[in-house]
């Protein structure tokens, strides 16, 4: 199965290109699955038909379904959030307020994640497109099996045993609930879910990213960081979709402006994102929702490519730590040592390649480090920081 999901800043017009994405990808024969996993759901509005939490048969190949989040909050949190409130009476809040800090931020969009292992343990669809919520939530939701994954490793199995060995003792002490066989089946369980979600999200040969964003000076620093931060955790990216692009037929010269502004923002959009395919799709004149303009959506966007093919495999940017030191890979083919040039400039890290510049937006670990070595091997630069403290 084939996953790709759609990220950006809220108002580029994602939603709008994994739906053309999907129509472009059923006509070249592939069942495919259209999902949004964005609470504020807007999917049915952009095919403009009704859509559930089942798959809905929209034409030829192509499905499209709006996950319920409060049911998969239920199915994935349920035990562990009806615990948290009895945690939380007990210390004397009120039950409609402990019932909502038993849910944190982000949890509806991150259970409709985990819809990912489902589809491909029963391989119904080939290509499945996920319209995920704007990139700070999604960033939020995909750096979590790497918070679980601590937790499991560092604290679940001794907080299980004390648990174990106290229970007996406390309930004839205190009236405090302590956590169940059952709760920790359900924690264990959710770490099994979305250990699995990350190895099918992180997978370079079946799944990528997809980012989507307007040729705005905002939109493309927000880029940039969802770019470093999703290559931080492991997830490949595999293209750059540029939307709404004036058309050069735009010929009034109150446009010019707007049009020279485009032009320069995508220069710098070319620079910064290292080694993926930049696609583009143009300004319409009209407001693009139903079928037949989201299939020309999806003939701009791709011409004659199929959008389930995998335009970049690999990685472009892997950050990581040997013992003390931390290090950033960039791949750079075709490249000798002599046309390399690494600066640092505040929390951005510039590369020069010959005549061409890419610009990296460095994660908070990195940012106050200064690079102390740099060395070009097998097309890949390595880059190595100060030691960790």
């Known amino acids: 199965m084939r996953t790709i999901l759609f990220t950006g800043k809220g108002g580029v017009g994602k939603t709008s290109i994994a739906a053309a994405t999907g129509v472009k990808a059923s006509k070249f024969g592939h069942k495919t699955l259209v999902v949004s996993t964005d609470p504020a759901h807007s999917l049915a509005d952009s095919f403009n038909i009704p859509l559930g939490k089942n798959p809905v048969k929209i034409s030829k190949n192509l499905y499209g379904e709006e996950l319920d989040p ?30 909502e800090l038993a849910i944190f931020p982000g949890m509806e969009e991150l259970f409709s994640l985990l819809e990912v292992k489902k589809w491909d343990d029963d391989g119904t669809f080939d290509v499945v497109i996920l319209d995920c919520a704007p990139t700070g939530s999604t960033l939020r939701l995909l750096s979590f099996p790497e918070i679980m994954d601590w937790y499991m490793q560092r604290v679940f199995h001794i907080e299980r045993k004390a648990a174990k060995l106290i229970r007996p003792v406390a309930s004839r002490l205190t009236t405090l609930p ?23 999200l992180a997978d370079v040969e079946r799944s990528s990213v997809r980012l989507v964003l307007n040729p705005e000076k905002m939109v493309i620093a927000e ?110 083919p075709f490249s000798s040592k002599s046309d390399v040039e690494v600066l640092k400039k505040q929390n951005e890290l510039i590369v020069k390649v010959g005549n061409y510049k890419r610009n990296i937006l460095l994660p908070l670990s990195l940012a106050n480090k200064e690079p102390k070595r740099a060395k070009l091997e097998k097309e890949k630069l390595k880059i190595e920081f100060e030691a960790a403290s």
Do not use: C
Request: hydrophobic content about 40%; charged content about 30%.
């Open 70 to 99: 409060q049911q998969k909050m239920e199915e994935n949190w349920g035990v562990i959030k009806d615990y948290m409130t009895r945690l939380f009476n007990w210390r004397g809040i009120e039950a409609v307020e402990a019932e």
């Open 178 to 200: 302590l956590p169940g066989d059952n709760i920790f089946d359900a924690v264990e369980m959710l770490y099994e879910n979305l250990a699995k979600m990350k190895e099918i």
């Open 223 to 332: 880029s940039r960081r969802a770019f470093t931060y999703l290559s931080l955790f492991g997830y490949p990216i595999d293209a750059v979709i540029v939307n709404r692009l004036m058309s050069k037929e735009i010929t009034d010269p109150f446009f010019d402006r707007w049009k020279k502004a485009q032009q320069e923002h995508l220069e710098e959009i070319e620079t910064s994102f290292v080694s993926l395919p930049i696609f583009t799709s143009h300004l319409f004149d009209q407001e693009i929702y139903g079928l037949e303009l989201l299939g020309r959506l999806g003939e701009d966007i791709y011409g004659d490519k199929d959008p389930a093919d995998l335009f970049y495999q690999g990685i472009p940017v892997e950050i990581g730590k040997d013992n003390k030191t931390y290090y950033l890979l960039i791949n750079l």
